[in-house]
């Protein structure tokens, strides 16, 4: 059974960097044609793709964030961790990790989210 | 601004036939399958139809999907109370990950 779930502070200040760790079970990342990426949702609003870290260390990142984003994997810890920095009242959000591989080619499991809210 | 569009609401009576849309281009939907996700409120997104019209196991046989050119569809026939819910389509886009804006389903 494929479980993620979502870590990290829930309130954070403008300018800060966020930190979050989707730490997962029932698949491994070190396993042919698996990855794990991240989605957020604003309150209200559409859902955004961030990033995505495939078992070979493939990272794509949405190219409106780039420059902001940085995602690393830790295979012996089951954990994805994702850095947003810069962070701005804009970026009050859902965030998501949710697990992917190379043939099911889309987000078939996803975590509970966690909402993180960035105000000073 | 999203890559896919979506209308942003759609609505219909209980047993009624939906159809929900969602536009492209050919770097996208176009060269690529086209997956739909449900978001019931307060709750984490569900593939819904994956690979333009395949239904995961578990998933209803009232919805189904299609894709045509640059464009895909989500219909949704013997409208149920349960099916309120947003809806995104969801695809590849030069090798990126892209979501429609979304389209919140409202059974009257």
């Known amino acids: 059974q494929i479980t993620l779930k979502e870590s990290a502070p829930t309130l954070v200040k403008p300018t800060q960097t966020l930190t979050l760790t989707c730490t997962f079970s029932g698949f491994s990342l070190s396993s042919s044609g698996v990855g794990v990426g991240w989605i957020r949702q604003p309150p209200g609003k559409a859902l955004e793709w961030l990033a995505l870290?495939?078992?070979?260390?493939?990272?794509r990142y949405s190219p409106v964030l780039k420059s902001r984003l940085t995602i690393t994997k830790d295979t012996s810890k089951n954990q994805v961790v994702l850095t947003l920095t810069n962070m701005d009242p804009v970026d009050t959000a859902t965030y998501y990790c949710?697990?992917?591989?190379?043939?099911?080619?889309?987000?078939?499991?996803w975590g509970q989210g966690i909402l993180v809210t960035v105000s000073s | 601004q999203s890559v896919l569009t979506q209308p942003p609401s759609a609505s219909g009576t209980p047993g009624q036939r939906v159809t929900i849309s969602c536009s492209g281009s050919n770097s996208n939907i176009g060269s690529n399958y086209v997956y739909w996700y449900q978001q019931l409120p307060g709750t984490a997104p569900k593939l819904l139809i994956s690979?333009?019209?395949r239904r995961p196991s578990g998933v209803p046989d009232r919805f189904s999907g299609s894709q045509s050119g640059t464009s895909a569809s989500l219909a949704i026939s013997g409208l149920r109370s349960e099916d309120e819910a947003d809806y995104y389509c969801a695809t590849w886009d030069d090798s990126l990950w892209v979501f429609g804006g979304g389209t919140k389903l409202t059974v009257l």
């Open positions: 870290i495939y078992w070979d260390d493939d990272k």
């Open positions: 690979r333009n019209n």
């Open positions: 949710a697990h992917i591989t190379v043939v099911i080619d889309n987000f078939d499991h």
